[in-house]
């Protein structure tokens, strides 16, 4: 199977910062892996997909990058609606993974 | 406008089988991966498995002894059960097609006596 770290577990920032997180898979999984928003009792919310693709309707804030086992995830300017726990998922091979979640935290 | 919606008890008891169904509108079961995934109280996400139209499918590998997964296609829904439960089987279950952003609200499952 395939394992994904994300890092760090944990990020303060504050309103406006740039923001970067990251995911390393255990073996290359070329561009498959999507990026989710998971907020307090909702479902994830998908952000971007196929490593780099932004979902529609998302805000352009959001950027992500990378390829084979190294992804990030960019929040360009911290808005107080993107205090969340971010999870990337490959979407390479069965059974999917998910990684173990970054919480972004006001500063 | 694809919407999934899970149903199923909210209670279970030790050692029983929790069932969920996932009933799938503006979209057909006949195509795409369709996905159950949980999140026990306070941790993060765990993908439980996937079932395909054609009886395909595949399980996370540390249930894949009290998984099955089904589908329903003149229901157009798709289920899971999972035997043995205890209470690290307490969770939100979540049904989704498989790499989108088409998710349940999510149900609240709890296994207790």
């Known amino acids: 199977d395939i394992q994904l770290t994300q890092s760090p577990s944990f990020v303060s920032a504050s309103v406006g910062d740039r923001v970067i997180l990251t995911c390393r898979a255990s073996q290359s999984i070329s561009y498959l892996l999507a990026w989710y928003q998971q907020k307090p009792g909702k479902a994830p919310r998908l952000l971007i997909h196929?490593?780099?693709s932004l979902q529609s309707g998302v805000s352009s804030r959001f950027s992500g990058s990378g390829s084979g086992t190294g992804f990030t995830l960019t929040i360009s300017s911290l808005q107080p609606e993107d205090y969340a726990t971010y999870y990337c998922?490959?979407?390479?091979?069965?059974?999917?993974?998910f990684g173990q979640g970054t919480k972004v935290e006001m500063k | 406008q694809v919407q999934l919606q899970e149903s199923g008890p909210g209670l279970v008891k030790p050692s029983e089988t929790l069932s969920l169904t996932c009933t799938v509108s503006?979209?057909?079961?006949?195509?795409?991966?369709w996905t159950w995934i949980r999140q026990s109280p306070g941790r993060g996400l765990e993908w439980i498995g996937c079932v395909y139209y054609s009886g395909y499918t595949s399980y996370n590998p540390s249930l894949k002894s009290r998984v099955a997964m089904s589908m329903d296609m003149s229901k157009n829904q798709f289920s899971l059960t999972l035997t043995s439960v205890s209470a690290a089987d307490t969770a939100v279950y979540y049904c989704t097609r498989d790499n989108t952003d088409y998710w349940g609200q999510g149900i609240l499952v709890t296994v207790s006596s």
């Open positions: 196929s490593a780099s």
């Open positions: 503006g979209d057909s079961v006949n195509n795409y991966y």
């Open positions: 998922q490959q979407v390479h091979s069965f059974p999917r993974t």
